[in-house]
């Protein structure tokens, strides 16, 4: 499985004309940004090092061979380096390793994160929609402004970000279209766009 | 398992090799190689399998007698001993890693949506301003720097001389109907006014007058019944002119005084000059403000974590068309600004405004930015110090900077640039908790940052913290002015100042 098909240009411009779309039924602003990954893991690399070290030198303490009590500790540690370098390497086996838990706390942490800084909370409405695309943690994360009503959140969009998930977790781009483009509809009977829809932000510094 | 599997293998395929080696003493790997049989004497120096209790065992496999450093010792030092092998595995690695890189070029994190409304709308901000620049043609000694001057100060004074009958002092500049809905009988006093932002909404030019529609963001601190009150306001004015008006000449340009003979307004009767005998009011000779209204009063400052927005970075640089015409056009008047210099002295206001940024000391910033940037960053410092927060860029450094356009009008020089930088971005509160951004992830981006300078000024743009005017140490008050010569550096009169600052949704 690749995460190209979501990376790619075509992607992009898929992504960005199925935006267009539902903000022509809705007046919330939705805003999609896709991630190869939320966050680095390097505890995940370094504690499978750890867990190759101790491997080894259990390997080489029980074998019928006979080890250098002196360099073991070397080799230990080398060990542990080659593992974490291999857990850094290969990030299917770095996501098999870390708690799904984890994946998902750290894409809920960077969606947020991510919120700021693309400065959603700037529409005068508050009516700012975030779908945050963490690949590595194969995860999908809805980050709704407080200016969308409570029972959008709760229902109809939930539903879309489990739909969301489950493409994303599958690298199913076209999956991943099809259920964005459910947000329109679903938010245009709460939400409709208005016709002064366009005179929204006018932020520039000084 | 998979290692020891291994070890058996090589063993097996290198048994003859190993059992001339393995009793040699010195190691690439630095390990001491020594028959085990010896090893008893040193006890605990060696390990035993525990199968064979305190005697010697050799291994299912072994080639008889050697010892092994370990398991991954022993795969790089094979590695070593047979070049082959070395190659063939240092080959798989760095194939491994060109093929990586191979499969994810070009791929990168994107963002969509949300950003068109917003380029719409700022758009639309600026294309107005350059359709000010236009009163050139029928004004030649139009200066935009100048009107944008000349709006704060009217604005900041319109709301200072709200209490008590002060604003009649100013009725050459303001329309009836806008006096009577400024006169507030209850308020007492007002004792700041700072702009955050103006930005320009219309501008139109009429056959008669020329109306330019502003909205302007400030912080007021009124008084009313002995209390103080602090506002965070937008106001939209109209400020409207004759079509035969004419800018001031440069020496006026600064003060509100009667807009015919110079005179201060304290001599005002009514729109009528004291001095001149003139009537003077109306828009006739200068900017008066015809409406205005309050678009938005809050009593909380504006939110700090939501102005972190980061768009459009990816965008080429817009290079206004004839900008590298002007600019040689500038540096034959002044060879001195090349590229490189303006380049340097951006670099070095750029250092000072992230110290004064990050530390919220406006005094840093003060000597190089005009006035109405100054207030720009009076405004959000203030905000910050309310909310008790502080917006830190650390490790800032520009990456490059590109020429965007040129501008030349009766007073000033204006160079506007692009600057692609990284920062680490994040805002901290006084009890020092992150708020928003990250402390250890840096952060690209670009602004387009405007340059201003007198006309008349020539010469090295400086990058060291000297008087421009006298090449005193840098002691420069609020107000803009040397402490040893006391000449006014901020207006860009002696050197470059920054005047504007524009995100690149902004910029248009
Ligand atoms: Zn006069
Ligand atoms: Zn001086």
């Known amino acids: 499985m690749s995460e190209r098909p979501f990376l790619e240009a075509a992607a992009k411009e898929r992504t960005s004309a199925a935006v267009r779309r539902i903000e022509a039924q809705t007046a919330v602003e939705v805003v999609v940004a896709v991630r190869r990954r939320a966050a680095r893991y390097l505890t995940t690399s370094i504690a499978f090092g750890a867990a190759c070290a101790a491997l080894a030198f259990a390997v080489m303490w029980f074998s019928p061979r006979v080890y250098d009590v002196r360099t073991m500790p070397l080799d230990a540690a080398l060990t542990l380096v080659v593992g974490a370098v291999a857990a850094t390497a290969l990030p299917g086996l770095r996501r098999l390793l870390t708690p799904k838990a984890t994946l998902e706390r750290r894409a809920q942490r960077a969606a947020q994160e991510a919120f700021s800084e693309l400065g959603i909370a700037k529409t005068r409405g508050r009516t700012g929609l975030l779908v945050y695309v963490a690949l590595f943690e194969r995860a999908a994360v809805l980050v709704p402004d407080s200016g969308i009503p409570a029972a959008l959140v709760t229902g109809s969009l939930a539903s879309i970000g489990r739909a969301l998930t489950g493409a994303v977790a599958a690298l199913d781009i076209d999956a991943f279209l099809a259920a964005l483009a459910e947000l329109g509809p679903a938010a245009a009977g709460v939400l409709p766009r208005r016709a002064d829809d366009e005179n929204e932000l006018c932020d520039d510094v000084a | ?508």
């Not at chain 2, 080639?63 to 094979?78: K, W």
């Not at chain 2, 709308?121 to 200066?143: H, K, N, Q, Y």
């Not at chain 2, 927005?309 to 990816?314: I, P, T």
Request: with cysteine; net charge positive.
């Open chain 2, 1 to 508: 398992m998979r290692r020891r599997g291994l070890k058996r293998t090589h063993v097996a395929l290198f048994v003859g090799a190993l059992s001339f080696t393995t009793a040699v003493g010195a190691r690439p790997g630095g390990g001491q190689a020594y028959r085990g049989g010896s090893s008893r004497s040193s006890g605990s120096s060696s390990h035993y399998s525990p199968s064979s209790g305190s005697s010697r065992s050799y291994g299912p496999s072994g080639g008889g007698g050697d010892v092994d450093s370990g398991l991954v010792l022993e795969l790089l030092l094979l590695c070593f001993r047979y070049p082959p092998l070395g190659l063939l595995v240092v080959g798989g690695v760095v194939g491994f890693v060109i093929l990586n890189r191979r499969r994810t070029r070009g791929l990168s994190d994107w963002s969509v949506g949300g950003m068109p409304a917003r380029v719409e709308a700022t758009t639309r901000t600026t294309s107005a301003r350059r359709e000010l620049t236009r009163l050139v043609e029928s004004d030649p000694g139009f200066s935009l720097v100048l009107f944008e001057d000349f709006a704060y100060a009217l604005y900041a004074e319109l709301e200072m001389k709200r209490p008590g009958g002060e604003l009649q002092r100013l009725a050459a500049f303001l329309s009836p109907p806008v006096m009577e809905l400024l006169h507030d009988p209850k308020l007492e006093r007002v004792d700041g006014v700072v702009i955050g932002a103006m930005r320009y909404v219309a501008v139109d030019h009429g056959s008669e007058r020329t109306a330019v529609t502003l909205e302007l963001e400030a912080n007021l601190s009124e008084v009313r019944a002995g209390v103080v009150q602090r506002f965070y306001v937008c106001d939209r004015l109209v400020l409207t002119r004759a079509r035969t008006a004419r800018s001031r000449p440069p020496g006026r340009k600064r003060k509100l005084d009667c807009p015919n003979c110079g005179a201060p307004l304290e001599g005002m009767r009514g729109t009528t000059c004291g001095y001149c005998r003139q009537e003077v009011g109306g828009g006739r000779l200068d900017w008066q403000v015809e409406r205005i209204e309050r678009l938005t009063t809050e009593q909380r400052p504006p939110d700090i974590l939501s102005d972190a927005a980061e768009s459009g970075n990816q965008l080429p640089t817009l290079v206004a068309p004839g900008a590298e015409q002007r600019m040689s056009q500038l540096l034959a008047r002044d060879p001195a600004s090349d590229p490189a210099a303006l380049s340097a002295r951006v670099a070095f206001v750029f250092n000072a405004l992230q110290f004064g940024w990050s530390n919220r000391d406006l005094a840093r910033i003060r000597p190089f930015v005009t006035d109405g940037l100054f207030q720009y960053f009076g405004y959000w410092i203030d905000v910050y110090t309310t909310v008790r927060a502080r917006n830190i860029t650390e490790n800032a450094r520009i990456l490059n900077i590109e020429l965007a356009d040129v501008v030349a009008d009766a007073v000033y020089d204006a160079v506007t640039v692009r600057l692609f930088a990284v920062s680490v971005d994040y805002t901290l509160s006084d009890d020092g908790k992150v708020l928003s951004g990250s402390r250890e992830r840096e952060r690209h981006y670009s602004e387009y940052w405007t340059l201003v300078r007198g006309r008349g000024a020539q010469g090295r743009p400086r990058t060291e913290p000297v008087c421009p005017a006298c090449g005193a140490p840098l002691d420069i008050g609020m107000a803009g002015n040397c402490g040893y010569c006391h000449a006014r550096i901020v207006s860009g009169e002696f050197d470059w100042v920054l005047s504007r600052i524009e995100q690149d949704e902004a910029y248009g």
